[in-house]
């Protein structure tokens, strides 16, 4: 087919679904299924603390870390169910379900601080920040 014959298309800006990971998607995909069994279908778009997904999140993240690669529970592998609990959050973010319980601590950018630890304060507070470089 030459350049001439070829159909023009304006999909710059529009999602590339094309780039995203065929294994990885499988995968995701099947961890839905296996939460489906265990629990119901579609049950977690209820909503839940978003604390829930993210303790869960960072357990499986910790898991992988420490050289687990697949949960003994259901065999899932660790950075899959720590991918299903990071869009858990993501879509109760979007539609507003759930309870936001995070910490109210200002964003780490937003904190200034001489090291990487420490220097968290909440938005209410008016003190300095501990590691505060004012």
């Not at 030459?2 to 995203?20: I, M, P, Q, V």
């Not at 357990?59 to 687990?68: L, N």
């Amino acid at each position: 087919m030459s350049k001439e014959e070829k159909a023009l298309r304006y999909n710059k800006y529009k999602a590339r679904f094309d780039l995203l990971p065929p294994e990885a998607l499988y995968a995701l995909a099947e961890h839905y299924g296996k939460g489906a069994e265990k629990y119901a279908e579609r049950n977690w778009e209820k909503g839940t603390e978003w604390n829930v997904p993210y303790a869960s999140m960072m357990r499986h993240v910790m898991a992988w870390q420490t050289g687990e690669d697949h949960d003994p529970e259901n065999g899932t592998h660790h950075m899959i169910a720590a991918a299903w609990n990071a869009l858990a959050i993501y879509t109760y973010y979007m539609r507003e379900i759930g309870a936001d319980d995070r910490p109210m601590a200002e964003p780490i950018s937003a904190v200034q601080h001489e090291s990487s630890v420490g220097g968290f304060r909440s938005p209410q507070s008016s003190e300095k920040a501990p590691n505060s470089q004012e």
